[in-house]
Nanobody, 126 residues
Framework: VQLQASGGGLVQPGGSLRHSCAAS????????IGWFRQAPGKVREGVSC????????YLVDSVKGRFTVSRDNAKGTVYLQMDKLKPEDTAIYYC???WGEGCPAPFYRDDFYGNWGQGTKVTVSS
C-alpha cells in the first residue's frame, strides 16, 4: 500500500507544474486526497483536498486562483495543477489519503490523513 507522487521540478516564477498522485496496492477512488507541502525550515502546511467524488475541493487561501486540484478516478490519479508559481511555493509536496471519502474538517490538519506519498520537490527560482 503506497502512494506515489510525481511532478516536481525547477520552474521560474510565473511558471506552472502539475503534480500527480497515484496508488499501488489499493484504489484511490474511495478516499478524499489531500496535498501538503513543507518549505525549508517550516512546518508542513495543508494546501488542498478533494473528495472522492470530486464534488468538493478545498484550497488554502495562499494558493487560491493559482492552484487547481482534480482527479480522474478511472485512472486512479489525483492532480495538483500549480500555475503562477511564486518563490514562496518552493517546498516538498506530499499527497495523502484522508480517512474516508470526504475531506477532513479542517482539511489542512495532517493528523486527519493516513497514507502519505514520498514527496516531490518543487523549486521556484529565476
Amino acid at each position: 500500500v503506497q502512494l506515489q507522487a510525481s511532478g516536481g521540478g525547477l520552474v521560474q516564477p510565473g511558471g506552472s507544474l502539475r503534480h500527480s498522485c497515484a496508488a499501488s496496492g489499493f484504489s484511490l477512488d474511495g478516499y478524499g486526497i489531500g496535498w501538503f507541502r513543507q518549505a525549508p525550515g517550516k512546518v508542513r502546511e495543508g494546501v488542498s483536498c478533494i473528495t472522492s467524488s470530486a464534488r468538493r475541493q478545498y484550497l488554502v487561501d495562499s494558493v487560491k486562483g493559482r492552484f487547481t486540484v482534480s482527479r480522474d478516478n478511472a485512472k486512479g490519479t489525483v492532480y495538483l495543477q500549480m500555475d503562477k508559481l511564486k518563490p514562496e511555493d518552493t517546498a516538498i509536496y506530499y499527497c495523502a489519503t484522508a480517512w474516508g471519502e470526504g475531506c477532513p474538517a479542517p482539511f489542512y490538519r495532517d493528523d486527519f490523513y493516513g497514507n502519505w506519498g514520498q514527496g516531490t520537490k518543487v523549486t521556484v527560482s529565476s
